[in-house]
C-alpha cells in the first residue's frame, strides 16, 4: 500500500511517506510535549509513534534542510 500525505519533517503536501530511518522512538516516551527527534529533526509528540516522512526527508536530503540546493 502507497501513503500519501503531508510528510510529517518538512510538511510538504501529497508526497509519497514511508517510515523514517530514525532510532528514535517516542511512542516508549512516557513524558509530555513536543520534540525534536534527535536522528533527523522532526518535531515529534511524546507518546505518540514518530510521523512518517517523504523519500527525501527519510534519506536526509531534503533541499533547504539537509544543506541541499
Given amino acids: 500500500m502507497i501513503n500519501a500525505g503531508m510528510c ?3 510538511y ?3 508526497v509519497l511517506l514511508v517510515k ?10 512516557n513524558y509530555g510535549g513536543m ?3 534527535p536522528d533527523c529533526g522532526a ?3 511524546a507518546g505518540v509513534m514518530h510521523p512518517l ?3 527525501d526527508c527519510r534519506d536526509l ?6 544543506g541541499c540546493k
Fill in 43 to 45: 518535531m515529534i509528540l
Fill in 12 to 14: 510538504q503536501e501529497e
Fill in 35 to 37: 520534540y525534536h527527534c
Fill in 61 to 66: 536530503k531534503k533541499e533547504g534542510f539537509d
Fill in 53 to 55: 516522512v517523504c523519500l
Fill in 20 to 29: 523514517p530511518l530514525c532510532n528514535e522512538k517516542p511512542e516508549l516516551v
Fill in 8 to 10: 510529517g519533517r518538512c
